[in-house]
């Protein structure tokens, strides 16, 4: 199963799975029910989580949502640490994980926009480096495991901050490895050297230790939270949450 489950995720194209994965999934959903685990976002239990990616991890992803670990832990982060279930807020959402799209349209309060240069999830066709919106447009943007992907990661922050309102506030995450400085080299474009330098073949740069403080280059505001620390052992384990994983919170500066 980890197989291939990894070897799906590195040659299947991201738009096709997002289309087909829900409906597969769906058997598996229903064969894995128990109380082990639960998802905090669809609050559905199983006897654990389905593995996920290219190394697969075991007990990563919700089969009837498709939520991840993070996923999950920003699920929660949004209910315990906003507002953002009860407060008007116009969103923008990049990339749109399908475990929210539903659940987020869903909300009265939020007026939600979902963008994407090549997602079939989208509502609007946009490139994060010139975002087609006014300044001070939104309260709330989300974009995450998109940087790593893009030419220009300081452009797209800094419209990010742009099409902010004063007081505005995000969620910017991305894979962030142990090493103290952000490997970036734009002249590797193989594929399979991408892969295996930047961890996957359509990144073009390896975040490192000082992600926060290259984004904050781009003149927008970046707060490391540690919010699954503030948690109870027991509820990272029941929701399967990654112990370790920094929410990486804008505002505008």
């Not at 229903?30 to 075991?58: H, M, W």
């Amino acid at each position: 199963m980890k197989k291939l489950i990894s070897f799906i995720i590195r040659y299947i194209p991201r738009p096709f799975l997002q289309r087909v994965s829900p409906i597969g999934l769906s058997v598996m959903a229903r064969l894995n029910r128990g109380d082990t685990v639960q998802c905090s976002v669809c609050e559905t239990g199983y006897k654990r989580f389905l593995p996920y990616g290219r190394i697969a991890r075991a007990n990563a992803l919700c089969p009837n949502c498709l939520a991840l670990e993070r996923h999950r832990l920003m699920w929660l982060f949004l209910k315990e640490k906003t507002e953002f279930f009860t407060k008007p807020l116009k969103v923008l959402h990049v990339a749109p994980e399908h475990c929210f799209i539903n659940r987020f349209e869903a909300l009265e309060n939020l007026e939600y926009i979902t963008a994407d240069i090549e997602s079939p999830l989208a509502k609007v066709k946009m490139d994060v480096h010139d975002i087609p919106f006014e300044d001070n447009t939104f309260d709330v943007v989300f974009c995450n495991h998109v940087l790593e992907h893009v030419d220009d990661d300081m452009k797209v922050c800094a419209e990010f901050n742009r099409v902010l309102k004063p007081g505005g506030w995000g969620i910017l995450q991305s894979p962030v490895y142990d090493i103290p400085k952000t490997l970036e080299d734009p002249t590797i474009t193989d594929p399979a050297e991408r892969e295996q330098i930047f961890g996957q073949r359509d990144h073009v740069r390896k975040y490192g230790l000082d992600y926060a403080e290259r984004l904050r280059r781009s003149g927008i505001g970046i707060e490391e939270n540690h919010f699954v620390k503030e948690l109870p052992q027991e509820v990272v384990e029941k929701h399967a949450l990654p112990p370790e994983e920094t929410i990486f919170v804008c505002h505008k500066a």
